[in-house]
Nanobody
């Protein structure tokens, strides 16, 4: 079992930055690839970024490439999402998820409760 708690959301102006954090507990953190997803009102959940258990490989959705960076600190059991050059269309609830495997297998077994990010124009 893995428990995930997101933090760092808030209100920011367009062009600004935020860093989200996701603290994990319950099992050896490095055994799970981790991901970030988002869901805006009335829209489907969207993949944002993922990182393998070792942190060596990262993956990003097309809408955030070049602006968002995922990273992790296995010593702190935490995964981060650095969001730069934010746009109003980035407004959503952001969720952290843990993959069943250490590689990016897209089998998301565990989810956090979400943190709201609002970007004003």
């Amino acid at each position: 079992q893995v428990q995930l708690v997101e933090s760092g959301g808030g209100l920011v102006q367009a062009g600004g930055s935020l860093r989200l954090s996701c603290a994990a507990s319950g099992r050896t953190f490095s055994t799970n690839a981790m991901g970030w997803f988002r869901q805006a009102p009335g829209k489907e959940r969207e993949f944002v970024a993922a990182i393998t258990g070792s942190g060596r490989n990262t993956f990003s959705g097309d809408s955030v490439k070049g602006r968002f960076t995922i990273s992790r600190d296995n010593a702190k059991n935490t995964v981060y999402l650095q969001m730069n050059s934010l746009k109003p269309e980035d407004t959503a609830v952001y969720y952290c998820a843990a993959d069943r495997n250490s590689w990016y297998s897209k089998t998301w077994d565990y989810w956090g409760q979400g943190t709201q990010v609002t970007v004003s124009s």
